[in-house]
């Protein structure tokens, strides 16, 4: 009885807060449920676009911007992220390392000859439980576990500064800060993310900072998070993934399945946010390159994925690939289409799924495997990101003694770069070339 009471006024809120958002000319208290929502500031109006037909037109260059834009072939939670002239990595969640281009080497992002790299309170390369990292206009960012804190760092280490936290404090400090995540990136001055405590699903977390929202933020210490939308109930915040092209932001939100679910995207300068309706929710992948967004289409019950190509301007659709197996995220450079899928044949392995690269032709050129749990090598390789001529792989290689934990305090593996050539994809045969492992500085 008591449950039914309790579902009954979740729905009774929920159902206010969408009625609210349909109208543009609600007041601000009204377009979201108010409840804890101290410091966030909702969306006037709440208006969603669910018509491609009337989608607002953007007047701004949309071509790709290396320093103001997101980068199109690194995963920012995968805690990776290229600079140009090196690599940066988070290792153990609380160190940075640096892997240079030019020549070879790696090591913590410290700096301090003298450093011992054992006091996360002295030492340059430590941070306090990194949520992903991202090279944006000639710094590193991060967002740490300590109140989801935005943190600018200098890329040599060397000058820090937090830029304030990403949620609410009467958030952090009602729910904790176990049990939560958050996703992220940044994009043209802003930080767009979403959190979650818990399961990461909306039904035992209510509407506004705990959160079942789109966030951003720009990136000056004096401000503060902007609401941009609220999301469906039951949407897998943990899994929504964001994706900055021109003036949008496109995210997909996963709603029934934890990998799979509808795409938005908010217009930068319109303000409102676009829902892709028509398009369906079992979309797990997209990206945009040449004023065409392509996106992928899973068919679980059918263990296939159909890749489409949607021309903005013509607003026609084609299928562009189709694929045997189940897609996850997609990314891109100007050489290759790279696509993560599972089929039938790692069933039962240890990789967790394969890196498919494609030319953009649409012809494939290789599968990569990667490993999620230990392989024989005993390393967990991840992907990290693409240059002009490489493929990245971050690699984590559990220490196991005192002796291999060279760095101490809370650091529980070494982190090795891995990469393939890019002409031995073409070439039809590639093998990884690894870094050598961090050693410290004499």
């Not at 891109?332 to 039938?344: Q, S």
């Not at 490489?390 to 984590?396: A, R, S, V």
């Amino acid at each position: 009885m008591v449950k039914k009471i309790k579902d009954l006024i979740i729905y009774v809120i929920i159902f206010c807060m969408l009625s609210a958002c349909s109208s543009p000319e609600a007041d601000d208290k009204e377009s979201i449920a108010n409840e804890g929502i101290k410091g966030i500031a909702p969306p006037k109006g709440c208006e969603i676009i669910n018509n491609i037909e009337e989608f607002n037109n953007i007047v701004y260059n949309q071509e790709y911007n290396k320093n103001t834009d997101a980068n199109t072939s690194f995963y920012v939670s995968n805690g990776s992220a290229d600079a140009g002239e090196g690599l940066y990595s988070v290792c153990s969640h609380d160190w940075l390392v640096y892997f240079d281009k030019n020549t070879g080497n790696s090591d913590l992002l410290c700096g301090k000859p003298d450093c011992e790299h054992t006091s996360q309170e002295e030492c340059n390369a430590a941070i306090f439980g990194s949520w992903g990292i991202q090279y944006y206009d000639g710094y590193l960012y991060t967002v740490e576990s300590d109140n989801f804190t935005l943190k600018r760092i200098s890329l040599d280490g060397s000058e820090e500064e937090k830029l304030g936290s990403l949620i609410s404090v009467n958030t952090i400090s009602t729910l904790g800060s176990s049990g939560c995540t958050i996703n992220w990136v940044i994009h043209r001055g802003y930080i767009y993310y979403c959190y979650a405590w818990n399961s990461g699903m909306t039904e035992d977390i209510y509407y506004l900072n705990n959160s079942n929202c789109i966030y951003r933020k720009s990136l000056d210490k004096n401000s503060g998070p902007e609401c941009i939308t609220a999301l469906p109930v039951l949407s897998y915040l943990y899994e929504c993934q964001f994706i900055g092209a021109g003036s949008y932001m496109y995210m997909i939100v996963p709603t029934e399945d934890e990998t799979m679910g509808r795409l938005y995207r908010h217009n930068m300068e319109s303000g409102k946010l676009e829902w892709f309706k028509e398009w369906g929710d079992e979309i797990s992948g997209v990206f945009v390159n040449n004023n065409k967004i392509y996106y992928s289409e899973n068919k679980r019950d059918e263990q296939k994925t159909k890749i489409y190509c949607y021309d903005i301007e013509t607003k026609e659709k084609n299928i562009f690939l189709e694929i045997n197996g189940l897609v996850g995220k997609m990314k891109h450079d100007n050489d290759f289409i790279y696509i993560t899928y599972t089929d039938d044949k790692i069933k039962n392995t240890k990789i967790s799924c394969n890196i498919g690269v494609w030319s953009w032709q649409g012809e494939h050129l290789a599968d990569i495997p990667i490993y999620n749990g230990l392989n024989e090598q005993r390393k967990i390789r991840l992907w990290a990101g693409t240059d002009d001529s490489k493929i990245y792989f971050k690699c984590e290689i559990p220490i196991e003694s005192e002796e291999e934990n060279i760095y101490g305090l809370r650091l529980t593996f070494n982190v090795v770069m891995e990469y393939v050539y890019k002409n031995d994809i073409l070439d039809g045969d590639y093998e990884f070339k690894e870094w050598k492992e961090i050693v410290k500085s004499s």
